[in-house]
């Protein structure tokens, strides 16, 4: 089971994100790296889903990151790449702030697996 939190990225401000691995670089003694002294971090990003909300955008028809209306709460998706790819990055583990809860949302359209 995946754990989501909530990062702080300087030129996103705070993301969601799907832990996938927490990892260090291992180093000989001849050898330093750079950054090798922290615990790293493979994520894979998700994105605020644009909704329309009079409620907090004073418009009709205005959409952006703004809560569902009925729920209160953002819907999110996995963010893809332009050829359908998962958004992933290595990451630092002090950039994850909190653990966010996801609550999964079934579509009366979808079909059973």
């Given at each position: ?57 004073r418009?009709n028809n ?52």
């Amino acid at each position: 089971m995946f754990k989501f939190f909530l990062i702080h990225n300087k030129k996103l401000g705070h993301v969601v994100v799907s832990l996938q691995l927490i990892f260090r670089i291992v180093t000989t003694q001849q050898g330093l790296i750079p950054g090798s002294d922290r615990f790293l971090t493979y994520v894979q990003r998700f994105d605020i889903v644009p909704q329309v909300n009079s409620s907090v955008s004073r418009s009709n028809n205005l959409r952006g990151a703004f809560p569902e209306p009925s729920t209160s709460l953002y819907i999110l998706r996995k963010g893809k790449h332009s050829n359908g790819r998962v958004i992933g990055d290595i990451l630092p583990l002090d950039q994850i702030r909190v653990l966010a809860d996801i609550v999964p949302s079934w579509y009366q359209g979808l079909g059973r697996v």
